[in-house]
């Protein structure tokens, strides 16, 4: 079922696969998947912990002092999704967690050069 759903959704150009980790959304179809957020508090809540997660995940395992290259073009896809955790959803991470995105964004910006954005 998910799979010919999936068909088609790639079929109307609403869904891309990127890469083997990552898809792309249409702009219509986050609208929706957004709204539906909305009617479930609870899945709202449990999206939103997931996703911290995951991005606190990435500062802390893909992210280090000594930033390579080939690292920094891996993670830049998801500097993005890192920055909106630490400008919106602080509340969200444990009180372990909430230093994570900023370490990742510093030493991200530190290892392309961008010292005004990684001083912050």
Known sequence: MLGETLETLYALHLVQKPSEDSYLLHPLIREFLCDKRKTSPELEQA??????????????????????QAQAQAVAPLIPHLAEVAD???????????????IGLGYFYQGQGLYALAEP
């Open 47 to 68: 999206q939103t912990n997931a996703f911290c997660a995951a991005m606190v995940n990435l500062a802390r395992e893909k992210i280090p002092n000594d930033l390579t």
């Open 88 to 102: 919106h959803w602080i509340p969200a991470l444990g009180d372990d967690e909430l230093i994570w995105p900023f």
